[in-house]
């Protein structure tokens, strides 16, 4: 072999060895940038599941806003609102024929559900038809209330009594 064949030979080799280099080095390089991509990929995907899971929660608060208000007024939201839960029973005592006074007003805790109370006590007077309406008319207030003491006595054949003991719950985030 003559010498240009042999420098035309070494330089061939030199110039293979260095495509192969290059060619190693970027299957390395794409393979590298491959497994970053997985991962930006798998992070977008848990970005777009989590956005996507905020707009559904967004769209069911707004749809539910009118169902979440009914439900919300058969509960006391603070104590306060008892008052207003009074003047109701004051206001309907009469419609329904009984003399009402209320006997006492108070918080309890449910000692089975440990959630809290307001516990009311009325006693109210009238025919044995209109007690008995009117406790029905308590029972069913719209409020999630339990009637937890109904004691009826008759005064004499025309005027019977009634003592009642409810409980309406008091809604209350905070403590829970």
Same mark, same amino acid.
């Given at each position: 072999m003559s010498k240009k064949t042999i420098k035309n030979f070494i330089a061939s080799l030199v110039s293979l060895i260095l495509a192969g280099s290059a060619f190693g080095f970027m299957v390395y390089?794409?393979?590298?940038?491959?497994d970053l991509m997985n991962e930006q990929v798998a992070l977008l995907e848990k970005?777009?599941?989590?956005?996507?899971?905020?707009?559904?929660?967004?769209?069911?608060?707004?749809?539910?806003? =009118?169902?979440? @208000?009914?439900?919300?007024s058969y509960f006391f939201i603070r104590e306060s609102e008892s008052i207003d839960f009074l003047n109701r029973v004051e206001a309907i005592a009469p419609q329904a024929g009984v003399t009402l006074e209320t006997e006492g007003l108070k918080q309890v805790e449910g000692k089975e559900d440990g959630y809290v109370w307001i516990e009311s006590q009325f006693s109210f007077s009238g025919s044995r038809d209109d007690v008995q309406r009117f406790v029905r008319i308590l029972e069913t207030l719209p409020y999630q209330l339990r009637l937890?003491?109904? =004691?009826?006595? @008759?005064?004499?054949?025309?005027?019977?009594?009634?003592?009642?003991?409810?409980?309406?719950?008091?809604?209350?985030?905070?403590s829970q």
């Amino acid at each position: 072999m003559s010498k240009k064949t042999i420098k035309n030979f070494i330089a061939s080799l030199v110039s293979l060895i260095l495509a192969g280099s290059a060619f190693g080095f970027m299957v390395y390089q794409v393979d590298k940038k491959s497994d970053l991509m997985n991962e930006q990929v798998a992070l977008l995907e848990k970005e777009k599941a989590t956005e996507a899971s905020h707009y559904t929660l967004q769209r069911i608060a707004i749809e539910t806003a =009118e169902d979440r @208000a009914k439900l919300q007024s058969y509960f006391f939201i603070r104590e306060s609102e008892s008052i207003d839960f009074l003047n109701r029973v004051e206001a309907i005592a009469p419609q329904a024929g009984v003399t009402l006074e209320t006997e006492g007003l108070k918080q309890v805790e449910g000692k089975e559900d440990g959630y809290v109370w307001i516990e009311s006590q009325f006693s109210f007077s009238g025919s044995r038809d209109d007690v008995q309406r009117f406790v029905r008319i308590l029972e069913t207030l719209p409020y999630q209330l339990r009637l937890t003491n109904l =004691e009826m006595s @008759a005064q004499s054949s025309s005027l019977w009594e009634a003592l009642v003991t409810i409980k309406v719950r008091v809604l209350d985030y905070d403590s829970q």
